[in-house]
């Protein structure tokens, strides 16, 4: 089968092609997982993450990929045979403890990085994690619910927002335009305020319903109640804290931060971003009971992701143009 391998360690600000595409065996699934034909594949900002050793995988070579929708194409020997010919979606987490807290067990397995993930023709996966996708999704719109939508879900919850109460939303890519979506549904009384770099992403969220949009610097008239910051820097979290109200909570949803910014966190000041009970929270991980839930929610919605799709010999210009360039939306690989 045809795949898109990390071989290597690279900067994706000086490599333009930092995977290897690859003729591989068809993998064989165990006992209890599923063999999955690929269809679709998000493209991740947790792959350059994996690419550039910020979470780096425990192995090389590996096939990276953690959005992943297709058919069930066979079933290992403990699995019933009636989910061959089911489509399926898979996410970050592989496999774990099947707890509720399994997202923080030293037991977790992250699809794309610890194993074999979607950018590839096949896949196998334990099929507890496999998840039916809903019929009103196309395969290449359902992509970006499987991490994007499902870990912005996930981090919402962990905001604790009550309906009418100010949230905030820090960059404005894949997972924050699905956000925006599903908060507008579930707190429809709450305003929604996003903070972007770029005007094209500011534009993006306002022509999506966001009540405010401005710069990562800029302040609000009322402080927030929540704040979500799905960017990979620092910046936005010392000015996301500036614009909390007191009591108020920052999740952060990212696996990694990068590096070039974070001499920023020395402008942390006690007084101004941290007292009167405000609140840092980040978001680990996901676990399977997360993406059983959403993808329901998101097909009553129903949410729409904005996609740009890539034939799956051109991940790597996927990959460089998420790195690099301002992003409306979510990538996805057409397998």
């Not at 490599?15 to 591989?24: Q, R, S, T």
């Not at 939303?169 to 925006?180: D, E, K, Q, R």
């Not at 839930?293 to 890539?310: D, G, H, K, N």
């Amino acid at each position: 089968m045809l795949a898109m391998q990390i071989n290597r360690m690279v900067s994706l600000t000086e490599e333009d092609e930092p995977l290897c595409a690859v003729n591989v065996p068809i993998p064989e699934p165990s006992m209890d997982e599923v063999l999955i034909k690929v269809r679709a594949c998000g493209v991740c900002h947790t792959e350059l993450d994996e690419i550039e050793g910020r979470t780096p995988p425990p192995r090389l070579p590996v096939i990276p990929g953690h959005q992943v929708v297709g058919i069930v194409e066979a079933v290992g020997a403990s699995v019933s045979p009636m989910r061959e010919g089911e489509r399926v979606g898979v996410g970050w987490i592989h496999s774990s403890t099947g707890a509720t807290d399994e997202n923080l067990a030293r037991e977790f397995v992250a699809t794309g990085r610890d194993v074999d993930g979607g950018y590839a023709e096949y896949m196998t996966v334990p099929a507890r994690y496999a998840y039916p996708i809903p019929d009103n999704f196309s395969d290449v719109q359902a992509a970006p619910l499987l991490c994007a939508g499902a870990i912005g879900y996930r981090a919402l919850k962990l905001t604790g927002l009550k309906d009418g109460q100010r949230l905030g939303l820090t960059g404005f890519g894949g997972s924050a335009h699905i956000v925006l979506q599903l908060a507008q549904n579930l707190f429809p009384r709450s305003p929604i305020y996003v903070f972007a770099r770029s005007a094209g992403s500011r534009e993006f969220a306002l022509s999506l319903g966001a009540d405010w949009a401005g710069e990562i610097t800029d302040r609000v008239a009322q402080p927030l109640h929540a704040i979500i910051d799905t960017t990979p820097a620092w910046t936005p979290v010392v000015e996301a804290l500036a614009n909390l109200r007191p009591g108020g909570r920052l999740v952060i949803n990212a696996i990694r931060k990068e590096e070039l910014d974070k001499s920023v966190l020395t402008r942390l000041s006690f007084h101004e971003h941290l007292w009167m009970e405000r609140e840092i929270k980040s978001v680990a991980n996901i676990t399977h009971f997360d993406i059983a839930e959403f993808l329901p929610i998101a097909a009553r919605i129903p949410i729409r992701s904005e996609v740009q799709t890539y034939p799956l010999l051109e991940a790597n210009a996927a990959l460089v143009s998420l790195k690099r360039e301002s992003v409306r939306g979510a990538k996805v690989l057409v397998i």
